[in-house]
Structures are given as structure tokens and as C-alpha cells.
């Protein structure tokens, strides 16, 4: 795996980034993936919370409009973090915390998915009432992903 | 060198977290004895700006210690003395913000805010004034011998207070250094809180510009998540505090920093406004927001994005100045 990380990390494309303008090369992409976290995150932390009961009554279908903001938020990231591992590739690519962020995403999404599910479901009903506790259990485990995607990400700058 | 200098700014914001203070806390007083809620919510709203200024007060005074450490008879120890108290000072007047902010949520959910809310906000205001006070007074002997208790400057050193040296810029420094993994847990915090923090504020305010399916939701309702707005906010503000007192000179005369923390107040100012005026309140389901509500939510998401644009450019748009070690 080493040669292709040092090939990624020889690309034009990362070269070119890495070593552009600072105003808007590296410290841009770093910028535009700060808010990518802020479009996923964010609305995820909401939609979790209001899953677990903060601020019932208001209807759950009347979330629907943040996963748009998610997926755009998700793309982006997906993007610009593709991009922030190519151009330190020989370094991120060895370091175990990097994929246990790939890990965290993997099963945040996977629990988005049935949050956005518990949602629609309820988008039937009037949408205030008590939610099972499954459906609950669910919220819970998203906000653990989603906290833990942001820990590992943040540590892989201080890991090895 | 710029005519007014973030020097000069610390002059003239000091005067906020003192005689602001000392004006938010009689009128604050003076609500609970006429039992006026106007007032209350008022002297509450003021309280909770002081609070937001005394962020930029706190920060701008370490560009004013660059301005006056070449100076002849430049203090460190009085200067550290000053800042201990600041610091002090700092951490109660946000945690009475947080109090005087909780009570004006609390006003408009139940229509008055509990009592117990009330007596931690009077003791609280009543404590920062004692303990800005101090700080006040030691950051007069920095540059006004004339009005130090002695005129003898080791004798005024010797004479600083031992509470505050602990909480000195060197000093917490010091700790984040020794304990390795006190940075990084503060970079993992401030980013959960900036992710719970734009989540609320995304919510909030795409309900009040009526985007999507968001304008289904009665604008009472969704004022239920501001207290976890607020509490990201506050895991930013500790995190962000470590990492300014550990490292200030990374922060101190940087541009992008001092345009995040202007960024940062004019948020502070929208907030205040969605709590404090009644029309959003208004907002039922469906119900459309006014032109001046929907100015201050557009405004509120783009200063919002401002603060995390600049605090993330603070390596690479510094502005040219460096502020040395402090």
C-alpha cells in the first residue's frame, strides 16, 4: 500500500493543492470541509436530539429539509477529504485512526438512514407523539457515530 | 502603525465588563424590586452582552501588553496580576451571561423565569462585580503608579495577590504543554460544540427565512433546542479559551482572529435579538417571518460561517503582525 500512497501523494492534483497559494489551496479545502462538518454534524445532532424527545411537539416531517443540507454537507466532505488524504497519503494512509473515522462514518450513515426511515414513517402520523424505543436507541447510537467521527478526525492530526 | 491599534480597543471595551456591568447589575436589581419584567428581561439582555463583550475585552488586553511591554517601567508581574484576575473575572461574567440568558429563555417558555435562576443570577452578577473590580484595579497599577497603594514597584509586585498567579498566561501554558493530551481533547470539544452549535442555529434560523419543510415548525417549538445551541456554544468557548491563554500569541495581533471574534459578537447581537423581541414569537406554523427577522437569521447563519471561516484561516491570514512571545 505504500507506493500507492506515495503515488496519491505525487499526483498533480495533490501537489499542486498542497503546495498552492496558502489563501486557497490547502487552508481553502480545509475551510470548506470545517462547514462540511457543520451541514452534516450539525443537522444530524438535531435530528437525534429531536428523535429523543427536545423539542416535542414540533413535527418530525418538518425536519425532512435538513437531509438535503446533510447530503450536500456529505459530498462536499467527501470531496475536500478525499483531497486533504491525497496530499498527506504516506502519512494518514498508516495512521489506524484515519480508518476508524472511515469506521464512525460507515456506521453513522448507516444509522442516519434508519433515523431518515423513522422519520418518513412518522411523517404518516401527526408526528409529535411518543416514539418507541427503539427508534430512540437509534438516535442515541447516531449521535455516538457522529460524535466519534469527529473525535477520530480531529486526532488524526496528533496520531501516528 | 495604525492610528488605533487593538491596544486602544482594549481602552475603550474595558470600560463594558466595568461600568456595563456595574449599569446591568443595578438595573438588574432594581427589576427584582419593582417586579417590573420589562426591566428584567432588559437588565437580563444586558447582562448577556456584557458577557459576549467581555470576550474581545479579555483578548484585545494582551495586544495592549505587546503595545506596553517595551515601555520603561513595564510590569511582567503586575501585568500577569492583572491578567490572572482577568481571567477570573472572565469565567464568572460568562457563567452569568449563561445564567441572565438561560433566565430570558426561561421568561419567554413558562412566561417567568424560575426563581432559582433569578437568585444564581444575583449572586453570580454580584461576585463578577467584586472580582472585575479587582481586575480593574490591577490593570490601573500597570500603567498608573501614581494610584498603586505604594510607589515602590517591588513593592508592589511582592504585593499580587496569590490567587490569580496560578491562572496566569505561563502558568496554564505550562499545563497544556506538560499534559500532552489537553490540546487535542479541546480541539475534539470545540468541534462537537461547533457541530451541536450550527446544527440549532441551521435550524433556527432556515425556519425563520421559511426554508422547506422547516416552516412546518412553530418558532416556540424550535426555541426548545437553543439551550443546545447554547451549550455547544459554551464546549467552543472553554476549548477556545484554553487554546487562546495557552497559546496567545498564535491569536494575539492576528487578523483572521480578530475578524472571528467580531464575527462572533454580531452573532452574539442576533441571538440576543431572537430572544429578546416578540414578533418571532409570533411565528406560527406556516406563519412568515418579518423582513428585519429574516435580515437577522440570514445574518446569524453568515456570521455564524464567518466564525468558523476565520477560525480555521487563523494560521494563513494572520495580517502581517506578530505579537513574540507573551
Redesign the interface.
Known amino acids: 500500500m505504500s507506493g500507492f500512497f506515495q503515488w496519491l501523494e505525487d499526483l498533480p492534483l495533490s501537489t499542486s493543492i498542497a503546495g498552492s497559494d496558502e489563501l486557497y489551496g490547502f487552508a481553502l479545502v480545509l475551510v470548506l470541509h470545517t462547514i462540511g462538518i457543520a451541514l452534516t454534524a450539525g443537522p444530524v445532532a438535531v435530528m437525534s436530539l429531536r428523535l429523543l424527545g427536545v423539542g416535542r411537539p414540533f413535527p418530525l416531517a418538518s425536519l425532512r429539509t435538513l437531509f438535503t443540507f446533510f447530503w450536500i454537507g456529505f459530498i462536499g466532505n467527501a470531496i475536500t477529504g478525499s483531497l486533504l488524504f491525497m496530499m498527506a497519503a504516506t502519512r494518514t494512509g498508516h495512521n489506524p485512526m484515519y480508518y476508524a473515522k472511515l469506521v464512525c462514518l460507515l456506521f453513522g450513515v448507516v444509522m442516519l438512514r434508519r433515523v431518515h426511515h423513522a422519520i418518513e414513517r412518522d411523517s404518516t402520523q401527526d408526528g409529535t407523539g411518543a416514539l418507541r424505543r427503539s427508534v430512540m436507541a437509534v438516535a442515541v447510537l447516531c449521535l455516538v457515530f457522529w460524535a466519534g467521527v469527529i473525535t477520530t478526525g480531529r486526532l488524526i492530526a496528533y496520531t501516528k | 502603525m495604525p492610528a488605533v491599534t487593538l491596544a486602544h480597543a482594549h481602552l475603550l471595551l474595558n470600560h463594558v465588563p466595568t461600568l456595563g456591568l456595574i449599569f446591568a447589575v443595578a438595573l438588574f436589581l432594581l427589576s427584582l424590586v419593582r417586579r417590573n419584567d420589562e426591566l428584567l428581561r432588559a437588565s437580563l439582555g444586558a447582562l448577556f452582552l456584557v458577557a459576549i463583550m467581555a470576550f474581545p475585552t479579555f483578548m484585545t488586553g494582551y495586544a495592549a501588553r505587546v503595545a506596553i511591554r517595551s515601555h520603561p517601567g513595564f510590569s511582567q508581574p503586575l501585568t500577569d496580576a492583572h491578567q490572572g484576575a482577568a481571567v477570573m473575572a472572565l469565567i464568572v461574567i460568562e457563567i452569568t451571561g449563561a445564567g441572565a440568558w438561560a433566565a430570558l429563555w426561561q421568561q419567554r417558555r413558562h412566561g417567568f423565569p424560575r426563581k432559582w435562576t433569578l437568585i444564581s443570577v444575583v449572586v453570580l452578577s454580584l461576585i463578577s462585580l467584586g472580582l472585575v473590580t479587582r481586575a480593574a484595579n490591577l490593570g490601573g497599577d500597570i500603567s498608573h503608579p501614581e494610584i498603586r497603594f505604594t510607589q515602590d514597584l517591588h513593592e508592589a509586585e511582592a504585593a499580587v495577590p496569590n490567587d490569580v498567579k496560578g491562572l496566569t498566561t505561563p502558568a496554564i501554558s505550562q499545563i497544556v504543554t506538560n499534559y500532552r493530551y489537553v490540546?487535542?481533547i479541546c480541539?475534539?470539544v470545540h468541534?462537537?460544540g461547533?457541530?451541536?452549535?450550527?446544527?440549532?442555529?441551521?435550524?433556527i434560523n432556515?425556519r425563520v427565512l421559511g426554508?422547506?419543510?422547516?416552516?412546518?415548525?412553530?418558532y416556540r417549538?424550535?426555541h426548545?433546542?437553543l439551550p443546545?445551541g447554547v451549550a455547544g456554544f459554551t464546549f467552543n468557548a472553554i476549548s477556545g479559551m484554553v487554546f487562546f491563554i495557552a497559546q496567545p500569541q498564535t491569536y494575539t495581533l492576528n487578523l483572521s482572529f480578530d475578524l472571528k471574534m467580531l464575527a462572533f459578537v454580531l452573532a452574539g447581537v442576533t441571538v440576543l435579538y431572537q430572544t429578546m423581541f416578540d414578533e418571532l414569537w409570533a411565528l406560527t406554523k406556516y406563519g412568515g417571518a418579518s423582513r428585519v427577522a429574516k435580515f437577522m437569521a440570514a445574518a446569524q447563519i453568515t456570521l455564524w460561517?464567518g466564525v468558523?471561516?476565520f477560525?480555521?484561516?487563523i494560521?494563513?491570514?494572520t495580517g502581517g503582525a506578530e505579537a513574540g512571545a507573551l
Open positions: 490540546w487535542p480541539e475534539v468541534f462537537i461547533l457541530a451541536l452549535l450550527m446544527g440549532v442555529v441551521l435550524v432556515l426554508v422547506g419543510t422547516l416552516k412546518g415548525m412553530d417549538d424550535v426548545k433546542l443546545w460561517v468558523l471561516y477560525g480555521r484561516m494560521p494563513y491570514l
